[in-house]
């Protein structure tokens, strides 16, 4: 079970878009529909922004959206704001009652 | 609402037992997975293993051989043992509820965390 692969950095300016990648296997991202991806600003617990791949939980903007081909997942933010500087990783489901997190993604907004 | 709290020792020699605890308040701990979650100073989260409330649990194969996770529904808390610990094991470790259920999943809730050091 290796760790799921994503960007070590991206950056952006204010009210532009960017998208993260995860990349996983076909034992992982390419098998099952359970990509969530998590915010975490220093110092702070991780935060539930998308779940099965697309779907936003209550109270997550709908600047963020989630999607998925084959064996990579993405995370897009939209109208970036300051607000949304943070470190994001991708997790899914491995099979066999496991799940794999990537190793995160380090965002500054310019 | 359901909030999370993770509770133990700071500190751990090496080669002995991590022992943390999660305590669940505001809502039940009844019919979901709750998982235990780390972080190494700097780096990124690794699953560690889950327990479903009726006690069946799940590890990560590269833990598995030194973890155990139990359940104390009637106190509704949930528990870590992580064993012969070296400085590899230090991190800040957080509790979380998952809402798998084949056919939604995501780790929805989490604990603050609570940050333990190997050393002598």
């Known amino acids: 079970q290796s760790a799921l692969t994503q960007p070590a950095s991206v950056s952006g300016s204010p009210g532009q878009s960017i998208t993260i990648s995860c990349t996983g296997t076909s034992s992982d991202v390419g098998s099952y529909n359970f990509v969530s991806w998590y915010q975490q600003h220093p110092g702070k617990a991780p935060k539930l922004m998308i779940y099965?791949?697309?779907k936003r939980p209550s109270g997550v903007s709908n600047r963020f959206s989630g999607s998925k081909s084959g064996n990579t997942a993405s995370l897009t933010i939209y109208g970036l704001q300051a607000e949304d500087e943070a470190d994001y990783y991708c997790?899914?489901?491995?099979?066999?009652?496991?799940?794999?997190f990537g190793g995160g993604t380090k965002l500054t907004v310019l | 609402q359901l909030q999370l709290q993770e509770s133990g020792p700071g500190l751990v020699k090496p080669s002995e037992t991590l022992s943390l605890t999660c305590t669940v308040s505001g809502g039940s701990i009844s019919s979901y997975f709750w998982s235990w979650i780390r972080q190494p100073p700097g780096e990124g989260l690794e699953w560690i293993g889950n327990?479903?409330?009726?006690?069946?649990?799940s590890y990560n194969p590269s833990l598995k051989s030194r973890v155990t996770i139990s359940v104390h529904s009637s106190k509704k808390q949930f528990s870590l043992r992580l064993s012969s610990v070296t400085a590899a094991d230090t991190a800040m470790y957080y509790c979380?509820?998952?809402?798998?259920?084949?056919?939604?999943?995501?780790?929805?809730?989490w604990g603050q965390g609570t940050m333990v050091t190997v050393s002598s």
């Open positions: 979380a509820r998952d809402v798998f259920d084949w056919s939604s999943d995501g780790f929805d809730i």
């Open positions: 099965d791949g697309s």
């Open positions: 327990i479903y409330y009726s006690g069946s649990t």
């Open positions: 997790c899914s489901y491995a099979g066999l009652s496991t799940w794999v």
